[in-house]
T-cell receptor
């Protein structure tokens, strides 16, 4: 059983839809992350949260909106996405922000049609 | 410009032989390196890491070698097993004091390893 769980595992949405990806970590970690994995590209860091506060936003378009209500939960709200946003979205956590080893969830496959 | 490069997109090895996965980096500020393993439809799982103060770290069948002068690291799997078939990602970190980019692991594109029985 993974310590980081993501739902849904698969999502198909239209460009005008609003949907959300959910991540929950059961590891007691203080830092959480959203990564994007597109085909043939390296993993890209999107957002970083530490103790529920956003500490980094790597120039991500505003159609992606993160939310971290507590240190165990992280959401990625999606609105008016484009087909090129179709990718695997990975949530991850680490004990603290300075901790180099991070642990990933299984990912949410997003297809924008 | 990629700071972490895995130039071989795929590698095929016979069961029982050695698998060598390579990774090159360009940023001399990187001081911590990790390997992640990813099966289809799963997130990456941490495999092994090495700090820049070392040149070798071993964990069971997995050994990571770091050559700082060449900015090169490699992952050796001996002996290779069919269950090792996966995509392997190399990642690097410059630590929290570099560039203000905390928690940012820079990943390579991955190498798909196939171990044939």
């Amino acid at each position: 059983e993974t310590g980081v769980t993501q739902t849904p595992r698969h999502l198909v949405m239209g460009m005008t839809n609003k949907k959300s990806l959910k991540c929950e970590q059961h590891l007691g970690h203080n830092a959480m992350y959203w990564y994007k994995q597109s085909a043939k590209k390296p993993l890209e860091l999107m957002f970083v949260y530490s103790l529920e506060e956003r500490v980094e936003n790597n120039s991500v378009p505003s159609r992606f909106s993160p939310e971290c209500p507590n240190s165990s939960h992280l959401f990625l709200h999606l609105h008016t996405l484009q087909p090129e946003d179709s990718a695997l979205y990975l949530c991850a956590s680490s004990q603290d922000l300075g901790e180099n080893t991070i642990y990933f969830g299984e990912g949410s496959w997003l297809t924008v049609v | 410009d990629q700071q972490v490069k895995q130039n071989s997109p795929s590698l095929s090895v016979q069961e029982g032989r050695i698998s060598i996965l390579n990774c090159d980096y360009t940023n001399s500020m990187f001081d911590y390196f990790l390997w992640y393993k990813k099966y289809p439809a799963e997130g990456p799982t941490f495999l092994i890491s090495i700090s820049s103060i070392k040149d070798k770290n071993e964990d069971g069948r997995f050994t990571v070698f770091l050559n700082k002068s060449a900015k090169h690291l490699s992952l050796h799997i001996v002996p290779s097993q069919p269950g090792d078939s996966a995509v392997y990602f190399c990642a690097a970190s410059a630590g929290e004091n570099y560039g203000g980019s905390q928690g940012n692991l820079i990943f390579g594109k991955g190498t798909k390893l196939s171990v044939k029985p």
